[in-house]
């Protein structure tokens, strides 16, 4: 692999970013815009059930981005194990985030705020991970992040361009146009370990307390008990001072 040479001064028009890196492949995806934003990158993982394959494509591409793992404390006792597991196989720069305010702290001050009306969930998202996730980028001086998100995976993201503006954030989805049989594919070209859960049902990977194995097909039903799918990291965080 030849040595990547940065711009002095990146161009960070999400619009023509996005017409860039459309026709290329995930990986050369992923290399193109370390190319031209470098330090500016950051990756996130949740260590959810597709996890392995953006990992490995960092691994394989990019693997001085850092990769941020946001842990809630409530996660599944499966998802620590494979996220052992993942960050042992592949060489990638983890950085482990938390939130500032403990899982027994929160549950004793506000009860299961997680089950609550939206106001409540609201808050939930925000304490364990959207101010988590801008704490992330502030530490690290990025101001690019780097997603697995895919358009088939909800209604919400349907429509979203390759590379897109959140507030003071541009956000890339290298395998945005992936369908869930390319997923498949992929994990097993590259002999990829699956979660866990996976083959008890659950298509996507939250907290233990508000994730559920999929009913009829319907990947969307699995958060929330339906009443939400984003966990709010890709929505605008709509506080001022935040960067998404």
């Not at 996660?75 to 592949?90: G, I, N, Q, S, V």
């Not at 002999?191 to 907290?207: C, E, F, I, N």
Request: net charge negative; hydrophobic share 40%; with cysteine.
């Amino acid at each position: 692999m030849q040595a990547l040479k940065f711009h002095a001064e990146p161009d960070f028009d999400p619009v023509r970013l996005s017409a860039e890196i459309a026709p290329l492949r995930a990986g050369e995806r992923i290399r193109q815009l370390y190319e031209q934003l470098g330090d500016h990158l950051v990756a996130t993982t949740s260590f959810g059930v597709q996890a392995a394959v953006m990992l490995h494509l960092i691994h394989e591409n990019a693997p001085k981005i850092p990769v941020v793992f946001i842990d809630t404390g409530f996660l599944f006792p499966e998802t620590y194990r494979y996220a052992e597991d993942l960050t042992k196989r592949f060489d990638i720069d983890l950085r482990v985030y938390q939130p500032t305010v403990s899982a027994a702290r929160m549950q004793a001050l506000w009860g299961e705020i997680w089950a609550g009306d939206k106001p409540d969930q609201d808050r939930y998202a925000m304490l364990t991970k959207i101010e988590p996730m801008n704490r992330a980028l502030q530490d690290l001086g990025a101001d690019v992040w780097l997603s697995g998100l895919r358009r088939s995976q909800s209604k919400t993201r349907t429509d979203r361009p390759f590379v897109e503006q959140q507030k003071k954030t541009l956000k890339a989805y290298p395998i945005l146009d992936w369908a869930d049989a390319q997923v498949d594919l992929y994990f097993h070209q590259n002999d990829l370990p699956r979660h866990p859960l996976a083959s008890q049902g659950y298509v996507t990977m939250g907290d233990w307390h508000s994730t559920q194995p999929v009913l009829d097909g319907d990947a969307e039903s699995t958060r929330f008990n339906g009443q939400k799918y984003e966990c709010g990291l890709h929505l605008d965080s709509g506080a001022s001072d935040f960067q998404i």
